[in-house]
């Protein structure tokens, strides 16, 4: 069966007020099994939340082949005390890890798995040690990946520690998907970022942002 897989990732920066996000639908979707997935981060208050910045993507297909830990090539260079922030797809049950050439840790903040098993998971990292452009971010499972995307992107002005505040996950298909609202945020000043997952027979689907929110780089492999 040709299966196609793809990962996105739509962000943006916002004020938000007391009662927290009550909606997000930024995107359009054809014939996609769907996975959301909706992050706010704080950020300190003497700083400003920059612009988020694709430092690299990459994906793979294959039925019989398989890695074990998947590169994704870092193509910007990420300066410390940023973060890196990694949205991944794959097809199978069991969950991955990232991990980078330059010793950065990464934590998942986010997973979700429907039960056909395409997966989607999104992870971060505060860069304690400075990536380049010949720095590479690793995708790694034990049981082997045969079919993945991955997205990955930098932003500044996130707190240095716990810097994720709620999360709300929902699988599903629609041309206009939403998580649903999620609990009240701590603070009026946050970035949301949303992901989400597909897994489609053929074809490439084609996103669009919503009204507000900005399109970061998306990947979609076929095999």
Sequence with gaps: ????????????????????LKRFAPLAIRLAILFLVLFAWTIEASAAIG????????????????????PVHVTLAVAV??????????YNSSTATV???SGNSYTKDAEIVN??????????ARVTTALSTSSIIYV???????????????VSGLVLASRVDKTVTAVGTSTTPSVGPTATTAQANELLIGAFGLDVSSGTPAFTAGAGYTALPANVVSG
Aim: charged residues 5%.
């Design 1 to 20: 069966m040709n299966r196609s897989i793809g990962v996105g990732v739509h962000g943006l920066r916002t004020w938000m007020g007391a009662a927290g």
């Design 81 to 90: 005390n940023n973060t890196v922030i990694i949205a991944i797809v794959s």
């Design 99 to 101: 991990s980078d050439t």
């Design 115 to 124: 039960s056909a098993f395409t997966h989607l998971l999104v992870y971060s």
């Design 51 to 70: 612009t988020p910045v694709g430092i690299g993507n990459a994906g793979y297909a294959s039925p019989t082949a398989y890695y074990l830990n998947f």
């Design 140 to 154: 790694n499972n034990p049981n082997g990946i045969f079919y993945i995307n991955a997205s990955a992107f930098s």
